[in-house]
């Protein structure tokens, strides 16, 4: 495959490049931390110091990789704690690297977790999470791998339906029948056929299957319906306790009960949605579970990523006289070990949780990082502040990103004829209010600008349909007029912005 550089690839074309042709396993080599920070670029605007951060993070996993067994051991990662206020990116910096990487992901609220024995999720559910986002991931990978083989099959059952196989061991010849009326039940057949005239049924049903299969490819088949008859996973009372706090206690149940299971369901659907059904239910058919199994947790267990949000609601410590928290101390302590590295049982096998890269990211503004207690401190040696966005960095963030706000907003719009032409001195203005909202209350970072846009934009969102085709320019004048009440009332603008 040419590389990147032959085909004269930018360090961020290069990045999508390898995004879209190379296997997970070869993305992190692929992928320089210059490339990461400049493929972040397209989605967040400033932020430098943590972008850098985080590309180093992912580049040592590639590069834990690449040493001998007995040292690839001993190299553990260095996790992170992202110091900032709430809006200012660092959600969306994790989510996106981990998307970049291909790496299991996820996105735990450490204010949702208590000390084992009180109400509350328990930590442990964080890994059991990861467990199960790799096991989607790998499958998922595996159904597109299977694909091409579980459509041939799918196609050979739609066939069937169509042109049922005689119930002897030969078929009668018959004429292709027109085009469109292909009979839902089985079509005659000459059972009782021998010799010279079985030889030519077959023959016929031969060339009647082969006719039906160009026409299924067609599309020529898209208005009939068939009856089909497919697996239906059947939930049970397990699947509704699973998700909650009883994690430990049914995680295996479910898999020991062997009456637990799918069971057939007839429908009635289209030809092409009788074929998607029957593919997905192919596809499930070729997977390997066990080696799905291995491969999940095996990649969850190197390269996933457990992003903890909100870590600064649980700092605090005994010394305040009032004892131990079940929300604070006791969580920090639960989460100690598991950070730290241990074996959390998962209904997938054991997880190890040594090399696993855990984000933490807090706003720390009534505590302080150093309020957390000094092990868990110690798990995290890179620190990264991020700063306070101005109303220039809400100018960057409304154009800049490919995701921007005002592209969004354009795109629904345009749904309904009605294209909205954005001016440089609307998006300032908007950025202005923005800012002087956060500053007169609470700071919401680039929150706000939803707020801000869905306000501005509300009577023409809710009059689209009746508008018609037309361009409307978004100008200064416009974002004064639709905002000025509420920005003249600071009572009302602090329920409305």
Same mark, same amino acid.
């Given at each position: 495959?040419?590389?990147?550089?032959?085909?004269?690839?930018?360090?961020?074309?290069? !990045?999508?490049?390898?995004?879209?042709?190379?296997?997970?396993?070869?993305?992190?080599?692929?992928?320089?931390?210059?490339?990461?920070?400049?493929?972040?670029?397209?989605?967040?605007?400033?932020?430098?110091?943590?972008?850098?951060?985080?590309?180093?993070?992912?580049?040592? /996993?590639?590069?834990?990789?690449?040493?001998?067994? =007995?040292?690839?051991?001993?190299?553990?990662?260095?996790?992170?704690?992202?110091?900032? =206020?709430?809006?200012?990116?660092?959600?969306?910096?994790?989510?996106?690297?981990?998307?970049?990487? !291909?790496?299991?992901?996820?996105?735990?609220?450490?204010?949702?977790?208590?000390?084992?024995?009180?109400?509350?999720?328990?930590?442990?559910?964080?890994?059991?999470?990861?467990?199960?986002?790799?096991?989607?991931?790998?499958?998922?990978?595996?159904?597109?791998?299977?694909?091409?083989?579980?459509?041939?099959?799918?196609?050979?059952?739609?066939?069937?339906?169509?042109?049922?196989?005689?119930?002897?061991?030969?078929?009668?010849?018959?004429?292709? =029948?027109?085009?469109?009326?292909?009979?839902?039940?089985?079509?005659?057949?000459?059972?009782?056929?021998?010799?010279?005239?079985?030889?030519?049924?077959?023959?016929?049903?031969?060339?009647?299957?082969?006719?039906?299969?160009?026409?299924?490819?067609?599309?020529?088949?898209?208005?009939?319906?068939?009856?089909?008859?497919?697996?239906?996973?059947?939930?049970?009372?397990?699947?509704?306790?699973?998700?909650? !706090?009883?994690?430990?206690?049914?995680?295996?149940?479910?898999?020991?009960?062997?009456?637990?299971?799918? /069971?057939?369901?007839?429908?009635?659907?289209?030809? =092409?949605?009788?074929?998607?059904?029957?593919?997905?239910?192919?596809?499930?058919?070729?997977?390997?579970?066990?080696?799905?199994?291995?491969?999940?947790?095996?990649?969850?267990?190197?390269?996933?990523?457990?992003?903890?949000?909100?870590?600064?609601?649980?700092?605090?410590?005994?010394?305040?006289?009032?004892?131990?928290?079940?929300?604070?101390?006791?969580?920090?302590?639960?989460?100690?070990?598991?950070?730290?590295?241990?074996?959390?049982?998962?209904?997938?096998?054991?997880?190890?949780?040594?090399?696993?890269?855990?984000?933490?990211?807090?706003?720390?503004?009534?505590?302080?990082?150093?309020?957390?207690?000094?092990?868990?401190?110690?798990?995290?040696?890179?620190?990264?502040?991020? &700063?306070?966005?101005?109303?220039?960095?809400?100018?960057?963030?409304?154009?800049?990103?490919?995701?921007?706000?005002?592209?969004?907003?354009?795109?629904?719009?345009?749904?309904?004829?009605?294209?909205?032409?954005?001016?440089?001195?609307?998006?300032?203005?908007?950025?202005?209010?923005?800012?002087?909202?956060?500053?007169?209350?609470?700071?919401?970072?680039?929150?706000?600008?939803?707020?801000?846009?869905?306000?501005?934009?509300?009577?023409?969102?809710?009059?689209?349909?009746?508008?018609?085709? &037309?361009?409307?320019?978004?100008?200064?004048?416009?974002?004064?007029?639709?905002?000025?009440?509420?920005?003249?009332?600071?009572?009302?603008?602090?329920?409305?912005?």
């Amino acid at each position: 495959m040419p590389t990147s550089r032959s085909l004269g690839l930018s360090n961020v074309e290069a !990045g999508r490049y390898v995004l879209g042709f190379m296997s997970t396993e070869k993305l992190a080599s692929a992928l320089t931390p210059r490339a990461i920070v400049e493929e972040l670029d397209r989605y967040i605007v400033g932020q430098q110091a943590a972008k850098r951060a985080v590309a180093v993070a992912l580049r040592n /996993r590639w590069r834990r990789q690449q040493v001998a067994p =007995p040292m690839r051991d001993e190299i553990s990662p260095k996790n992170i704690m992202l110091i900032g =206020p709430t809006g200012v990116g660092k959600t969306e910096i994790a989510r996106r690297l981990a998307k970049l990487a !291909g790496a299991p992901f996820v996105k735990v609220e450490a204010s949702k977790f208590t000390e084992v024995g009180y109400v509350g999720r328990d930590v442990d559910s964080m890994v059991r999470d990861l467990a199960e986002t790799a096991v989607a991931m790998v499958k998922e990978e595996e159904r597109e791998r299977c694909k091409p083989r579980a459509r041939e099959q799918a196609e050979e059952r739609l066939l069937d339906i169509l042109l049922p196989p005689p119930r002897g061991a030969t078929a009668k010849a018959g004429p292709v =029948p027109p085009n469109n009326v292909f009979p839902l039940g089985p079509m005659s057949h000459n059972e009782n056929a021998e010799g010279p005239a079985a030889a030519g049924a077959d023959a016929g049903s031969n060339a009647t299957r082969e006719s039906l299969r160009r026409m299924l490819r067609e599309g020529k088949l898209n208005d009939r319906k068939v009856e089909i008859e497919t697996e239906d996973a059947q939930h049970s009372m397990m699947d509704i306790f699973s998700g909650g !706090g009883m994690e430990g206690m049914v995680m295996n149940l479910k898999d020991m009960l062997p009456g637990v299971g799918g /069971r057939s369901k007839k429908r009635k659907l289209t030809v =092409p949605e009788a074929l998607e059904a029957l593919i997905e239910e192919e596809s499930g058919k070729l997977l390997d579970q066990d080696r799905i199994t291995k491969e999940a947790i095996k990649r969850a267990e190197q390269s996933g990523i457990i992003f903890i949000d909100e870590i600064d609601k649980v700092a605090g410590r005994e010394g305040s006289g009032r004892g131990p928290d079940v929300s604070r101390e006791g969580v920090q302590r639960d989460l100690l070990p598991i950070i730290e590295g241990s074996t959390v049982s998962t209904k997938y096998g054991p997880l190890k949780t040594d090399h696993v890269l855990f984000v933490a990211a807090g706003a720390f503004h009534v505590s302080k990082p150093k309020d957390l207690i000094p092990e868990l401190q110690g798990r995290f040696p890179i620190r990264v502040e991020l &700063q306070a966005l101005t109303d220039k960095d809400f100018v960057r963030i409304l154009t800049e990103p490919e995701n921007a706000l005002t592209k969004q907003y354009k795109a629904l719009l345009a749904t309904e004829g009605i294209h909205i032409e954005w001016q440089s001195e609307a998006i300032e203005e908007i950025a202005r209010v923005a800012a002087m909202v956060n500053a007169r209350q609470e700071n919401i970072g680039a929150r706000r600008l939803h707020t801000v846009l869905e306000r501005l934009l509300d009577e023409l969102a809710f009059e689209a349909p009746e508008i018609g085709q &037309q361009t409307i320019p978004i100008s200064r004048a416009y974002v004064e007029k639709r905002l000025a009440d509420i920005l003249k009332d600071e009572d009302l603008s602090q329920y409305i912005l």
